[in-house]
């Protein structure tokens, strides 16, 4: 069955450190989402993707994080500055038709 | 208001009893409607998606919408412990493009 694919599945880093989380969406898939979830909190959008571009953002999706198609493939999130409270998982999902299906997220862990 | 509000929980429900969720949803104009399990420390797992009013049932589960009442539930028959889970309510404005938004989900205790 096919499925999301995220990678790595935890990353610690360091306050002010830049990182990427990479995404391999369902090969058929045209739409892509990031999602986080802060412990114990609800799911949040961050960012949607269509096209080569981004469609949509929330409001945390700030100047510090950015999104990109780098190949046919892939998909990522990259978080310039890290800060503490950016600590979460950071879930990738796709969609085709009107279901989104979830990657197994990152936990990123900033100290 | 909540964009998307679930029962606050826990639930808790005895083996082999009817598991009953509900969601309400603020914005009217909202046209498509996800229940996902979530497992402690893993992702969200989709198990029903339902589009028009009325029940869809899949097996144990069935979703029940109700756009006037901006309703939407789920209903797990026959519950079993590894549905112990929280059951999270997720809302799109559109069919295929759109965000998601959730709601805080709700756990559901099955007790053997």
């Known amino acids: 069955e096919p499925e999301v694919t995220q990678t790595p599945s935890h990353q610690v880093t360091q306050m002010g450190q830049e990182v990427i989380l990479r995404c391999v969406p369902i090969s058929n898939h045209l739409y892509f989402y990031w999602y986080r979830q802060i412990l114990g909190q609800k799911v949040e959008f961050l960012v949607s993707?269509?096209?080569?571009?981004?469609?949509?953002k929330s409001e945390i999706f700030d100047d510090q994080f950015s999104v990109e198609r780098p190949d046919g493939s892939n998909f990522t999130l990259k978080i310039r500055s890290t800060k503490l409270e950016d600590s979460a998982m950071y879930f990738c999902?796709?969609?085709?038709?009107?279901?989104?299906?979830f990657g197994q997220g990152t936990r990123l862990t900033v100290v | 208001q909540k964009e998307v509000e679930q029962n606050s929980g826990p639930l808790s429900v005895p083996e082999g009893a009817i598991a009953s969720l509900n969601c309400t949803y603020s914005d009217r104009g909202s046209q498509s409607f996800f229940w996902y399990r979530q497992y402690s420390g893993k992702s969200p797992e989709l198990i029903m998606s339902i589009y028009s009013n009325g029940d869809k049932e899949d097996g144990r589960f069935t979703a029940q919408l109700n756009k006037a009442s901006q309703y939407v539930s789920l209903l797990i028959r026959d519950s079993q412990p590894s549905d112990s889970a929280t059951y999270l309510c997720?809302?799109?404005?559109?069919?295929?493009?759109?965000?998601?938004?959730f709601g805080d989900g709700t756990t559901l205790t099955v007790k053997p």
């Open positions: 997720a809302v799109n404005m559109g069919t295929n493009a759109g965000k998601s938004t």
């Open positions: 999902a796709s969609k085709e038709g009107g279901e989104a299906f």
């Open positions: 993707f269509y096209n080569n571009e981004i469609s949509e």
